[in-house]
């Protein structure tokens, strides 16, 4: 089974500024996708970044860029100028590019982002 | 086009009720995903249907709880016996496909407690 951890709970950031927020995964697969999505106080859940395993540029979202290490297993969220509007909690999740999985998500535990103005 | 829809928003419900929530996903979309949050933690992923069928349901616990997604009608994720552990946000989502490529849309979620 595929296992996507996100070794921090919190983080802080300065308005303005960069953070880098942290996740890792563990599959036996080599076709899979991941995912960041953002779950302000308001509960819904917002799509931020995607990535495709088999696409080696790192994808890029206007402020919102991810740094993925294949072979690491690895997949940061980098956000820049950070504004009051991203404090969030942020989930790192994995989908399995195998078609009897569907779209089936496995999240990580979840990052809560703050923004100190 | 309405986003996924799902109600009510809050319910509250005493140990041994059932708990019954709805979920109404994007037109066109026939794909339906459950999953559970705890308070602190992700979202755990429950069942997984499609128009009247039950695709994989690996996540939902094995008693009290059932799914169903009818021909006609919203999804439904049904808690009988309600015990203080159930208390979460249940979300859904749905795509149109189960295609990897078929993007996946969430409610708002409805959160359950259970007094």
Known sequence: AQTVTQSQPEMSVQEAE??????????????????????????????????????????????????????????????SDSQLGDAAMYFCAYRSGQETSGSRLTFGEGTQLTVNP | NAGVMQNPRHLVRRRGQEARLRCSPMKGHSHVYWYRQLPEEGLKFMVYLQKENIIDESGMPKERFSAEFPKEGPSILRIQQVVRGDSAAYFCASSLGGAQNSPLHFGNGTRLTVT
Do not use: G, H
């Not at chain 1, 960069?18 to 991941?34: G, P």
């Not at chain 1, 779950?39 to 740094?67: D, G, W």
């Open chain 1, 18 to 79: 960069t953070v880098t927020l942290s996740c890792t995964y563990d599959t036996s697969e080599s076709d899979y996708y991941l995912f960041w999505y953002k779950q302000p106080p308001s509960r819904q859940m917002i799509l931020v970044i995607r990535q495709e395993a088999y696409k080696q540029q790192n994808a890029t979202e206007n402020r919102f860029s991810v740094n993925f290490q294949k072979a690491a297993k690895s997949f940061s969220l980098k956000i």
